[in-house]
């Protein structure tokens, strides 16, 4: 049986819906004036747009919200080092390792911002509003993360509350993470968080009042595997079913922690199961898919999530240097990736998924959608690391008005043959007109650009202009 499957028969009860008051966390007041600015020129569709024609935006999900995306947990400090050999893999000497590591602070050029902060920049770098719900500790790695989400027009909402304010432990410090690359280019990452049973921010009781709010005035709240590794199951699933009831989509991503949290502590099964089965939007690779679903081909994988949620749109998934799919219970849309000069990886994910949410906020068509997003990525990927790292507009808007992509129409014909899915299929591709072969429909590449590029090109000049 499919993980998703067992998951679906697990009883659901919430542990713990009561809340309690939380204070944000605050910067200097003249500064806070400039935080949640869009880049001027874009803005959202109209209330009662059609998301590819499957998705009514309400009045109440679109109106009177503050803020484009907010994002759950996961605000780290990435600590980027080259070093002779990767982390050992036994947990004692892998402890050793980091501690010896933190024992002092690194030089402040290899400090970067990380978790999702890489989301939330390359969002805001596409004009959405967007703010980080989570924990940042009050010492020099907190400010050099708030200043870095300042800088970039981000906000933060804390979730201390009055009596946490008053504590000095380890536990209510920011989160590092350090991130290794040895001589071969290897990654390998390692932070507090992996060495508990518990959350690394377990003494998060309950949801605090002010991150419901904010999670009221999102139009989507994201979500990550990652969460699970800070705040406690409860809290997660507090955070949804406020979004539910608020008409907040919600987006979660379950990466490689979807795996193991299936295996991991009854609460911990339950958010999973409610994480898969409520959330909007579905991001995964095609390795993640697969374990989740015990289906190799995608397609059908992605289809397989629909029919086991009551609630999901999208299930988008993430291939690599082949591209990406989008799928529906109406149709499957597959874009490739573009052709770029691999420098690092790492933030290329949630580049991706921050031009899933423009697309999913603008009504954005699926081709649209694809290929801003499999463009973002790729300005990422151009770079080295993350966090202020990952895509410029600039570099986004060359690789769209390049539109070189790394096509393989025969990998695409059979992964889509193999679907046998009862439904529309398109394929972007590198034809110079519309057309059908293989039982899908192909766009030409260049018309897509061609709707993306107006989008982008005056809200670049303008950010210009006022920088």
């Known amino acids: 049986m499919s993980l998703v499957k067992t998951l679906i028969n697990l009883p659901f009860t919430n542990p713990n819906p009561s809340s309690s008051h939380g204070t944000p966390l605050q910067l200097p007041p003249p500064r806070r004036a400039a935080l949640l600015r869009p880049i001027a020129g874009l803005r959202l569709s109209g209330v009662g747009a059609t998301l590819n024609g499957n998705y009514e935006v309400s009045k109440k999900s679109v109106l009177h919200k503050g803020a484009d995306l907010a994002t759950l947990g996961n605000l780290c400090v990435d600590i980027v080092l080259n070093v002779p050999c990767l982390p050992p893999a036994n947990r004692d000497e892998r402890k050793e390792y980091m501690e010896n590591l933190a024992s002092s602070p690194p030089d402040k050029k290899f400090w970067e911002a990380g978790g999702n902060c890489n989301l939330v ?3 805001s770098r596409l004009g959405l509003k967007c703010v980080t719900l989570g924990h940042v500790g009050h010492e020099i790695y907190g400010n050099f993360l708030l200043e870095v989400l300042h800088e970039e027009h981000i906000d933060t909402v804390g979730m201390m509350d009055g009596n946490d304010l008053a504590a000095c432990s380890d536990a209510y410090e920011t989160l590092l993470c350090w991130v290794l690359v040895d001589p071969f280019q290897r990654h390998g990452f390692c932070s507090r968080a992996d ?29 990550n595997g990652y969460a699970f590794d800070e705040l406690h199951p409860h809290i997660i699933i507090s955070s949804i079913e406020c979004a539910i009831s608020s008409g907040t989509a919600v987006f979660f991503d379950p990466g490689p922690r979807g795996k193991t949290l299936f295996h991991g502590t009854p609460d911990e099964r339950r958010a999973l199961d409610l994480s898969l089965r409520q959330s ?39 291939m690599g240097s082949k591209g990406s799919l989008l799928i529906t219970k109406s149709m499957v849309t597959s874009a490739p990736a573009f052709k770029v000069e691999l420098v690092d990886t790492v933030g290329c994910g949630d580049s991706f998924t921050a031009a899933i949410a ?3 906020l603008h009504n954005l068509p699926a081709a649209q959608t694809l290929m801003l997003a499999n463009a973002v990525g790729a300005a990422t990927a151009t770079g080295c690391g993350a ?9 986004v808007l060359d690789l769209l008005k390049q539109s070189k992509i790394n096509e393989d129409y025969a990998f695409w014909a059979q992964l889509l043959k193999e679907s046998e899915a009862p439904c ?3 394929l972007v591709s590198g034809l110079g007109v519309y057309g059908c072969a293989d039982g899908f429909s192909c766009i030409p590449v260049r018309s897509v650009v061609e709707e993306l590029l107006p989008m982008f090109e005056a809200a670049y000049e303008k950010s210009t202009i006022t920088s």
């Open 424 to 426: 529309t299929i398109s």
């Open 358 to 360: 423009f697309g999913f």
């Open 195 to 223: 060495f508990s049973q518990e959350p690394a921010f377990n003494w998060i009781k309950k949801l605090p009042e002010k991150i419901r709010n904010t999670i009221q005035e999102s139009k989507i709240l994201f979500c």
């Open 280 to 318: 909007d939007v579905l991001l995964l690779t095609s390795d993640e898919v697969e374990s989740l679903t015990g289906i190799q081909n995608p397609i059908k994988a992605g289809q397989e999530l629909l029919k086991s949620s009551s609630r999901t749109k999208w299930v988008v998934i993430k």
């Open 387 to 395: 966090g202020r790292n990952v895509a410029h507009l600039e570099v």
């Open 121 to 123: 920049i390359a969002a």
